[in-house]
């Protein structure tokens, strides 16, 4: 009997998506750290996210890109809105392919809550007494409608059709600065009450034209965008899309019905993957309709998993090695994301591993560097533990 292979973790499992191979299933999802300046990712930025591929993540999405400059959702985001920036992503992603880890880009537009401060500062719009505070300079931030996102928030300008084929524009181009960068996997973000989400919304979304009224109409600008990205991205390189599977209740909501109509659409425009979140469209940008608890948005992962046929990516405090296994071994997501517990430990991967026994020994997954001493380490203080 003990002949008989041990099976390897599923989160452990490559996982080929078109020509790329994730070396396992666990995604950092994208994480806005709101410390650029200019757009600009910096040593803050490669470190941070450097520490997630020394600790074994296999996929990074890195945090909202914005697409156009009047699309950051604070002035520390970072951007692909011109030539200039590559350079400054490539460093980034040269560091982390050089650790083995595959890197990703969140392609995005904030809309109406762009021009906000960061959380950490209170994360309303931005005002005049912020300029005087922080240095950061408040800019007219763009929607489907002039619907303010709260009663004191200021107007968003409604985009003409001049403005939204400059916004597919955009992203197609952000994703053609993307690839220059050397990412490998491309998001983008459809969710949380950014542009493409509001445009989603029947509470946001109130035009008259092609681009509002039924879901169709409301669909419209995600599905061009995905267009537009698919036709720049290459064929070789997988694209994954981020919806918000539900953000609220009744009239004027996303339901999960509506969720399954657009991943179908999106598979049939060549998307790869559906990364599976939800909420955001009232109250902060990652507030979740359902109650929060360990693996809270599972759920929609399974369902659009199983009821449309796509890849999927759960996320929502997923935060034990075993949790992220029984969700790959119940066949309800394909991968696995795991964001605030990897601030927590970025070596959550190799934990993990130790954890469900990946690679036969302790540390044996661990860049030697590190698991070298660790594991001698750990025989040392077991043969204390034996000696008392
Ligand atoms: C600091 C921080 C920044 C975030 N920034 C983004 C972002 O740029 N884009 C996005 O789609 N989601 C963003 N999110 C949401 C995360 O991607 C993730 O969905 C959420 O944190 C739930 O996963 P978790 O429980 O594993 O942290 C952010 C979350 C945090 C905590």
């Known amino acids: 009997m003990n002949d008989v292979p041990r099976s390897e973790p599923l989160l ?40 997630f591929a020394t600790g074994g993540v296999g996929l990074i999405i890195g945090e909202a890109t914005a697409v156009e400059e009047r ?14 920036q590559v350079a400054a992503h490539r460093r980034l992603t040269d560091f982390l392919k050089g650790e083995g880890c595959v890197p990703g880009v969140q392609l995005a537009h904030a809309g109406r809550r762009a021009s906000s401060q960061p959380p950490f500062h209170g994360g309303r719009s ?21 619907v303010p996102e709260h009663n004191d928030s200021p107007i968003p300008a409604e985009l003409d059709s001049a403005d939204i084929k400059a916004i597919v524009d955009a992203f197609a181009a952000g994703a053609r600065r993307a690839l220059e960068a050397g990412y490998e996997v491309a998001e983008i973000h459809g969710a949380h009450g950014y542009l493409l989400h509001e445009f989603l919304s029947p509470a946001v979304n109130r035009r008259d034209d092609a681009y509002g009224g039924d879901r169709e109409g409301r669909m419209r600008l995600p599905l061009e965008v995905t267009e537009a990205v698919r036709r720049e991205w290459p064929a070789d390189k997988p694209l994954i899309f981020r ?4 953000d609220g209740e009744g009239e004027g909501a996303w339901l999960l019905d509506d969720t399954l109509v657009l991943c179908r659409e999106l598979g049939e425009r060549g998307v790869d993957v559906i990364d599976c979140s939800s909420g955001g469209i009232r109250g902060p940008a990652t507030a979740a309709v359902v109650p929060r608890g360990p693996g809270y948005q599972v759920p929609f992962a399974e369902a659009i998993k199983r009821q449309t046929g796509l890849t999927t990516m759960a996320v929502g405090l997923i935060t034990e090695a075993r949790q992220a296994e029984a969700i790959l071994a119940a066949g309800q997501a394909d991968l696995i994301a795991v964001g605030r517990e990897m601030l927590d430990d970025p070596n959550w991967t190799l934990r993990a591993a130790n954890e469900l026994g990946y690679g036969g020994a302790p540390y044996a997954a661990w860049p030697p560097n590190y698991g070298w001493w660790l594991e001698r ?5 077991a043969m204390f533990k034996d000696a008392g």
């Open 71 to 84: 699309g950051r959702i604070t002035p520390g985001d970072i951007g692909l809105w011109r030539d200039d």
């Open 12 to 51: 452990f499992a490559p996982l080929e998506l078109r020509s790329v191979t994730l070396p396992n299933r666990v995604v950092i999802p994208p994480m806005c750290v709101y410390a650029a300046k200019d757009g600009m990712p910096n040593d803050w930025h490669l470190v941070h996210y450097g520490k």
């Open 243 to 246: 919806v918000s599977a539900v």
């Open 126 to 146: 931005l005002t005049a007494e912020d300029e005087r505070r922080l240095g950061y300079v408040a800019w007219q931030a763009v929607a489907p409608s002039p």
């Open 377 to 381: 380490r750990a025989r040392t203080v």
